[in-house]
């Protein structure tokens, strides 16, 4: 509530453009997955004008910042938005967390039976209650005619004996560590030091690639050799929800955290007192991790 | 920074001001009321008589879907948006919300979105048919093709919310007068905060749960399919998850416009402007915890029966205090009753029916006489049409000379709302009694039992439809000339937005106001 004149930016082209460009990617999208040829192009071309935009919107928010005019007020409106953007993300997950604590708590033991409200029996006869489940009750139904089917084996914990050869393990030991890394990023631009914030920045981005580069393998793994699919019934299905959108989630984040690293690089950009861009994209950082120890704990160790 | 606004349509498209962002939501929202009121006009139409008359059970069905879509997403929730980008700013004395290129995006998004969800009438297997609280596996498995752009339409929709609620909350938070402490903001500006907060809690789990829809149409999952160990009762529970706090987030707003209106026509202050802060946090708290009240015919456990119907009951206790307060503020005032008064005196009113028949409904052992019928439709719109769309209208009155410059014309004004009540209630309160005696909603045709309360329902609707031309006609005659409004507008209305000049300048407060 400090007093000065609020910067209020003249008319600007960015939100219609972002707009249309975001309409264009999803009419693309459910265009392609209805089977309209016109689909694929349209959502890449959708995309493009997006990023264009949001390239475009970034650099002008960047040089009106360098240029002066956002007075202590403004950068704390950036510094709201970026935590309540956070919050939003937050609850997405939570949808997804959600679905999968009500399925392992009331659906499946429901489906099997147990409970006071309808026999489930008559519909899924034989079918158990079991987590990881790789046997549905379509399975259990109709064996061998069954369209939805289990996996042929899950991620599930190997036991304390297995940990070290268990890429979960090192997929939360490299996420992990780079939250330590953007921290240490964070304080030497905080105390001026250029060089170890890049040092530590760069180190981060590249265990952000090495996270992805293991999920990356941990899926080729599980389609290949394991039988888990997308489609492996309700475990393959929040096995791969959970995961797949925590991995598009390190994606964003290391290509924001990699811009930040190029900008300093590159432009010298950031002051002790004055980073808010890089803190923004390490606030982000931090929660992409913390919603990987969560999927630790529920999906793989006690999954 | 330029004075006047850029003329020609690019003043429109490529605008950062709050005031052009405010009226862009507002007639948005005013041409999505038409267009959501003509479905419910079909619907009307075909409920005339028993059988059936005019359109397909397929349409009829795309008919209710598309009017609760568009009213609820379209109509009601970008209103309130625009009202809020009018006057939360003028209200706490700020030069323009806090992020005003984000808030032009918010804007743009929506027709884009809306245009998309239209389209979807005229594409091959029509319009969604499932209802627009769209249970799985109707609008899974048993979906027209189409339900793939109803379901992006709903994440960019969602998004324009998420931003701008956050655009809401940076501008209280970060941009309030000197002086002006929390506990001094008016209350349509403390409802705005709760609402916005509501928004960012539970869009992002509408946006999770239409995603595991497009999930399970096109790539396989499971999540709503018993086959592979999925549940379609999860849908449920996700969705209500956002859908009850949905239902706040159309009425808190609603709360804060009939707590700026009814002191100034009462001439005396708010009667306990405390509580109604801790009763709007309190009901938005509860809102969290009584999802299942919708669901109480699924098959939940005993437990879980009893703890939503309590929960539930539980929300009557701060909507009470709200009541009672506005009550007790026109207690002995020196009352007069012009329009927003009118509008508002009748939310009062007939919120409060739709409260004592939602209290009803939350007894979850009657419920099971209650669910899926008229009676729903009756309550739901009680609090929606006389709560959302009443106080949508109050606010427009009571502040259209304000942003325009011109009065409306009194008597216009009145006749609009005496159409609009008798319309209104012609409508709904008959669908109390189809209801209890067991019509069930969303259904073409029905017993001849039905016949007369419906005719009635039918002409209702008619006659409320034909008062929001009145409307229409009012708000343009208004613009374009009438008598010419003092700054004041009102008598000693309380609040920074009437120390402007009317009309309001395109750029207000660009230094901050010193507030007492």
Known sequence: MSGGTYYVPEQSKLPIFASFGLFLTVFGAANWMNGNSSGPWLFFAGGLTFAAVLWNWFSIVISENMAGLNSPQLKRSYVIGMGWFIFSEVMFFAAFFGALFYIRALALPWLAGEGDGVDNALLWPGFANEWPLMTTPDMAANGENAIQKGPEAAMSWPGFGGLFSWLPFWNTVVLLTSSVTVHFAHTAIKNNNRKQFNIMLGVTVLLGFIFLFLQAEEYIHAYHELGLTLQSGIYGTTFFMLTGFHGAHVTMGTIMLLVMWLRSVLKGHFKPDDNFGFEAASWYWHFVDVVWVGLFFVVYVFG | ?516
């Open chain 2, 1 to 516: 920074m330029a004075h006047g606004p850029a003329k020609g349509i690019t003043r429109w498209l490529y605008t950062t001001n709050h005031k052009d962002i405010g009226s862009m939501y507002l007639w948005f929202s005013f041409a999505m009321f038409f267009l959501g009121g003509i479905f419910a006009l079909v619907i009307r139409a075909e409920l005339f008589q028993p059988g059936l008359q005019i359109v397909e059970p397929n349409f009829f069905n795309q008919m209710t879907t598309m009017h609760g879509l568009v009213m609820v997403f379209g109509a009601v929730m970008p209103a309130f948006v625009g009202l809020a980008n009018w006057m939360i700013p003028m209200q706490i004395g700020a030069p323009d919300m806090a992020l005003p290129r984000m808030n032009n995006w918010s804007f743009w998004i929506l027709p884009f979105a809306f245009a998309m969800l239209s389209s979807t009438l005229f594409m091959d297997g029509g319009a969604p048919n499932f209802g627009w609280t769209f249970y799985a596996p109707l609008s899974t498995t048993y979906a027209p093709p189409s339900v793939t752009f109803f379901i992006f339409a709903i994440h960019i929709m969602g998004a324009s919310s998420i931003m701008g609620a956050i655009n809401i909350i940076a501008t209280i938070v970060n941009m309030r007068a000197p002086g002006m402490t929390y506990m001094k903001m008016p209350l349509f500006v403390w409802t705005w905060l709760i609402t916005a907060f509501l928004l960012i809690a539970v869009m992002p789990v509408l946006a999770g749960v239409v995603t595991m829809m497009l999930m399970d149409i096109h790539f396989g999952t499971s999540f709503f399919d018993a086959a592979g160990g999925g549940d379609p009762v999860l849908f449920q529970h996700v969705f209500w998850f956002f859908g009850h706090p949905e239902v706040y987030i159309m009425i808190l707003p609603a709360f804060g416009i009939v707590s700026a209106i009814i002191p100034t026509f009462a001439r005396k202050p708010l009667f306990g402007y405390a509580s109604m802060v801790y009763a709007t946090a309190a009901i938005a708290f509860l809102s969290f915890v009584v999802w299942a009240h919708h669901m109480f015919t699924v098959g939940l456990p005993i437990a879980g029966e009893l703890f939503f119907m309590w929960a539930t009951m539980l929300i009557a206790v701060p909507t009470g205090v709200k009541v009672f307060n506005w009550v007790a503020t026109m207690f002995k005032g020196a009352m007069t009753f012009e329009t927003p008064m009118l509008f508002s005196i009748a939310f009062v009113i007939l919120f409060t029916i739709g409260g004592f028949s939602g209290l009803m409904l939350a007894i979850a052992p009657a419920d099971f006489q209650y669910h899926d019928t008229y009676f729903v439709v009756a309550h739901f719109h009680y609090v929606l049409v006389p709560g959302a769309i009443f106080s949508i209208t109050a606010g427009v009155y009571y502040w259209l000379p304000k942003w325009c410059g011109n009065m409306y014309n009194e008597t216009m004004g009145k006749l609009h709302f005496w159409l609009a009540f008798i319309g209104l209630n012609v409508t709904f309160f008959p669908m109390h009694f189809s209801g209890l005696a067991g019509m069930p909603r969303r259904i073409p045709d029905y017993n001849m039992m039905f016949a007369d309360w419906n005719m009635i329902s039918s002409v209702g609707a008619f006659l409320f439809g034909a008062a929001q031309v009145l409307f229409l006609y009012n708000v343009i005659a208004t613009i374009i000339g009438g008598k010419k409004a003092t700054d004041e507008v009102w008598e000693n209305p309380e609040g920074l937005e009437w120390t402007v000049p009317s009309p309001a300048p395109y750029h207000t407060f660009e230094t901050p106001p010193e507030y007492k």
